[in-house]
């Protein structure tokens, strides 16, 4: 049974910055392509950043530059450092595990993906 918890999620300024965390158990993130999501109030789920099991990273362009993901491996948990956080960011971000060896292209979809965490709101004000 895979769990995947995230946290750290808050209310922050514009210009901040953040740490999201995302725990598992059940299966060791540093085998898996590891990913977040996420989705704002009236909008479609989207994709933000991945890596992949050889440390490879992806980002959605809407991000690239300010955030990175990262893992620990001792600790199983996967990262999401945000920087110089904007209004637009805000949302529910959740983090997901897929079980395959999914192509560049397939790293950023959801279907992608088998197992998902509950979310963690990250609101940012002006």
């Known amino acids: 049974q895979v769990q995947l918890v995230e946290s750290g999620g808050a209310l922050v300024l514009a210009g901040g910055s953040l740490r999201l965390s995302c725990t598992a158990s059940g299966r060791t993130i540093s085998t898996y392509p590891m990913a977040w999501f996420r989705r704002a109030p009236g909008k479609e789920r989207e994709f933000v950043a991945a890596?992949?099991?050889?440390?490879?990273?992806y980002y959605a362009g809407s991000v690239k530059g300010r955030f990175t993901t990262s893992r620990d491996s001792g600790k199983n948990t996967l990262y999401l450092h945000m920087n110089n956080l904007k209004p637009e960011d805000t949302a529910v971000y959740y983090c997901?595990?897929?079980?395959?060896?999914?192509?560049?292209?397939?790293?950023?979809?959801?279907?992608?993906?088998?197992?998902w965490g509950q979310g963690t709101q990250v609101t940012v004000s002006s």
């Open positions: 997901a595990m897929g079980l395959g060896s999914p192509i560049t292209s397939s790293m950023g979809v959801a279907s992608t993906y088998d197992y």
């Open positions: 890596i992949r099991r050889r440390s490879d990273t």
